[in-house]
């Protein structure tokens, strides 16, 4: 298995373009979850997806879109990059997102916002 | 409301010594408790969690982790350091709440740098 892979591994915006991150995972869990991690604030969940075709907020939604619409893909939208985005961003996935549930996290992606 | 501290943003240790990562944890019930390693340019990986029973839960890597009820503690330890246990380590709560909460609450990480 690959576990939870992540694409780009690094991306350079510029303030105001949009793109998406992109997440799977070939586990065949139910919980998917994107984090951004800054320096000082630890690690922050954005949204997080306990199935297919269904979302929910985190923590820091603002900026951000995701969808579910297979079990296996999780991507993270930015609508308009802003500078405040530079961050590291992880997915996470979990096999059913019981409270006891193991996170398999991916490689992350690095992105900076000019 | 439910939160994690990690009082310590670094711990240094030598390597042979045994290391110490601190994690305190506030919640109104049961806890589940996780902690995580990150190494450098890496994604994060589990290492051990506590859910019930033994109050010492043994990891990867060497790494074992107490759980103190009393102290609402849940401290990472390790015999004997290595310089590759060189990294930063997050501890992660949930609480046991019959709800649809399934989100982790995540301390702000203590970095760990074992000196040869």
């Known amino acids: 298995n690959a576990g939870v892979t992540q694409t780009p591994k690094f991306q350079v915006l510029k303030t105001g373009q949009s793109m998406t991150l992109q997440c799977a995972q070939d586990?065949?869990?139910?919980?998917m979850s994107w984090y951004r991690q800054d320096p000082g604030m630890g690690l922050r969940l954005i949204h997080y997806?306990?199935?297919?075709?269904?979302?929910d907020q985190g923590e820091v939604p603002n900026g951000y879109n995701v969808s579910r619409s297979t079990t296996e893909d999780f991507p993270l939208r930015l609508l308009s990059a802003a500078p405040s985005q530079t961050s590291v961003y992880f997915c996470?996935?979990?096999?059913?997102?019981?409270?006891?549930?193991?996170?398999?996290f991916g490689p992350g992606t690095r992105l900076t916002v000019l | 409301a439910q939160s994690v501290a990690q009082p310590e943003d670094q711990v240094n240790v030598a390597e042979g010594n045994p290391l110490t990562v601190k994690c305190t944890y506030s919640?109104?019930?049961?806890?589940?408790l996780f902690w995580y390693v990150q190494y450098p340019n890496r994604g994060l990986q589990f290492l051990l969690k506590?859910?019930?029973?033994d109050n010492l839960v043994k990891g990867s890597y060497g790494f074992e982790a107490e759980f103190n009820k009393s102290q609402t503690s849940f401290h990472l330890k390790k015999p004997s350091a290595l310089v590759s246990d060189s990294a930063l380590y997050f501890c992660?709560?949930?609480?046991?709440?019959?709800?649809?909460?399934?989100?982790?609450?995540w301390g702000l990480g203590t970095s760990l740098a074992v000196n040869p």
């Open positions: 996470a996935s979990s096999r059913s997102g019981r409270r006891t549930d193991t996170q398999y």
């Open positions: 586990m065949n869990h139910e919980y």
């Open positions: 997806s306990v199935g297919a075709g269904i979302t």
């Open positions: 919640v109104s019930g049961n806890p589940y």
């Open positions: 506590y859910i019930t029973g």
């Open positions: 992660a709560v949930r609480e046991d709440y019959a709800g649809n909460n399934r989100k982790l609450i």
